[in-house]
């Protein structure tokens, strides 16, 4: 598995795909919720992936209602429409990467890792396993976690969880400390996934505050990467970060980058979406996806 999972892209490209002249320059297949918000789901991926050159294609997984305080409803769309979806855009579009955000439910991570195992599994993927919003509202059923470890982190090539995801993925909580993270991370890779990237925005001092240092850990099978960064504070919480960071990577995977680099570039990007985030409505904070091509309007 970890042959393909690290298959450059000229290996690639023949399984899936008329891309007529497109192919190897970045097309990701994001399969993932919707935010009518626009600051995470696949709004923000589209975003990332189109402000880093990529070509962003999608299949939708379920609509939600939110806004940056709260989710409101969610509604899910027939599995065969989601399928439909996927089917489509591969074997008409193709994808150098594959992208997974909100899942939702068991059928849908069923359906989802069924598709992939019989029709992508020569498709570098990035899975972010979304269990909960940035305001607390929870976006995969309690019931589908085990499947989620079982049928979908065997397929991915990295995976980003945040603190609070990597704890339900572990069972068991994780200190806030540099080598119980990189425990973790190595302990999380060993579920199956080619690489973990453990994202370190939720780290907290012993008396409950944010640290002052953000630091992301890379496992990989031959070593380990950490990554500090300061923390860039914002209203609320930053919304959309897992998901504007897994596509990132996405992109790229997609465009021919190791996963070091992919990881480094994303990083750098999430960065600077986060410096430049304009303060969109009154709760938790979404990024500024364009700050690298947007011009300055007076």
């Known amino acids: 598995m970890a042959d393909l999972k690290q298959a450059p ?3 690639r490209l023949s399984a899936k795909g008329t891309a007529h002249g497109g192919e190897g320059l970045g097309r990701v ?5 919707s935010d009518s918000g626009g600051g995470a789901g696949i709004q923000a991926d589209i975003k990332a992936v189109t402000a880093l050159a990529g070509y962003a294609a999608t299949a939708v997984t379920a609509l939600t209602a939110q806004d940056t305080k709260r989710v409101a409803a969610i509604h899910a769309p027939p599995p065969d429409f989601l399928r439909l979806q996927m089917a489509m855009v591969l074997d008409d579009i193709g994808a150098d990467a594959i992208k997974l955000g909100m899942l939702h439910d068991a059928a849908t991570v069923e359906l989802v890792a069924d598709f992939l195992s019989e029709q992508a599994r020569d498709i570098p993927t990035v899975a972010d396993p979304v269990l909960i919003s940035a305001g607390g509202d929870r976006l995969l059923a309690h019931n589908a976690e ?3 470890i079982k049928r979908i982190l065997p397929l991915a090539t990295v995976l980003t969880p945040n ?15 540099e080598a119980a993270l990189r425990e973790a991370a190595s302990t999380l890779r060993q579920l199956g996934s080619y690489a973990v990237l453990l ?17 992301d850990v890379l496992a990989l099978p ?17 919304h959309g970060t897992g998901c504007t960071l897994a596509s990132a990577v996405a992109c790229g995977l997609a465009r021919g980058l190791s996963v070091v680099e992919a990881v480094e570039a994303a990083r750098a990007y999430l960065l600077g979406a986060l410096r430049t985030a304009q303060g969109f409505g009154s ?12 011009p300055e309007y007076p």
Request: a positive charge.
């Open 9 to 11: 892209v000229s290996r």
């Open 163 to 177: 603190l609070p995801e990597a704890e339900t993925l572990l069972g068991r909580p994780i200190v806030h400390e």
């Open 222 to 238: 031959e070593r380990t990467e950490c990554y500090r960064t300061s923390r860039i504070e914002v209203r609320g919480e930053p």
């Open 283 to 294: 709760g938790n904070t979404p990024l500024k996806h364009s700050w690298r091509v947007a």
């Open 29 to 33: 297949l994001i399969i993932a919720g």
């Open 146 to 148: 085990q499947l989620l």
């Open 199 to 215: 994202k370190g925005g939720h780290l907290r001092k012993s008396d409950g505050s944010p640290t002052h240092q953000v630091l």
